[in-house]
């Protein structure tokens, strides 16, 4: 249901919705109606799949008319993501080229810049020289690329930040750690 309520209350008040294992890097504010792509087609370069855990749009965006629509008529409980990253993907494909729509569809970089099944690998510190090397280079893309970061809860919630890992960088650069005191943690 949560899939549906985020919807509801976008599509009633507007602005922006983010699930919380989401990091903010940068301000949402200069965004406007956007979805992110999580995948890409690396043969033509297009949205593979679409994902909602980052939405901002304006209220009473047709967008959201459509997805709460699709949410009404293709309910299904018993498929993971149906209701949610599948259902996006699904209406956005079949409104894309219609007019009146109005909306950008972000690269993965935007919010997604780690796909699921690799997100361990922005939890750990360097292994060596070549490894060092890649996670300086991720680090600047997503602080280049990126506005937010989602942390695939499921697959990341028991994992350790590695000191020198890019959560740790993340973390250590974030204005909520270093606007507050050691004394009051």
């Not at 959201?64 to 993907?89: M, R």
Request: net charge positive; aromatic share 12%; charged share 20%.
């Amino acid at each position: 249901m949560s899939n549906l309520l985020r919807l509801a209350l976008l599509y009633k008040f507007g602005g922006i919705y983010m699930d919380t294992d989401v990091i903010v890097l940068k301000t949402l504010t200069t965004l406007r109606n956007v979805i992110g792509a999580q995948s890409i087609d690396l043969e033509n370069g297009n949205w593979s799949r679409l994902n909602n855990a980052v939405l901002v749009f304006d209220k009473k965006h047709p967008l959201l008319f459509k997805f709460i629509e699709e949410f009404a008529l293709t309910f299904d409980g018993n498929k993971w993501g149906h209701n949610g990253p599948y259902l996006v993907s699904r209406v956005v494909s079949r409104v894309n080229t219609m007019p009146g729509f109005n909306f950008t569809v972000l690269p993965p970089s935007a919010f997604y810049p780690v796909n699921w099944s690799r997100i361990k690998s922005i939890f750990k510190g360097p292994r060596g020289k070549v490894h060092s090397t890649w996670l300086h280079r991720k680090l600047e893309q997503i602080k280049s690329e990126s506005f937010a970061v989602h942390l695939w809860n499921r697959q990341s919630r028991k994992i350790k930040a590695e000191s020198g890992s890019i959560i740790n960088h993340i973390m250590l650069d974030c204005c909520v750690f270093c606007n507050s005191s050691s004394s009051s943690l």
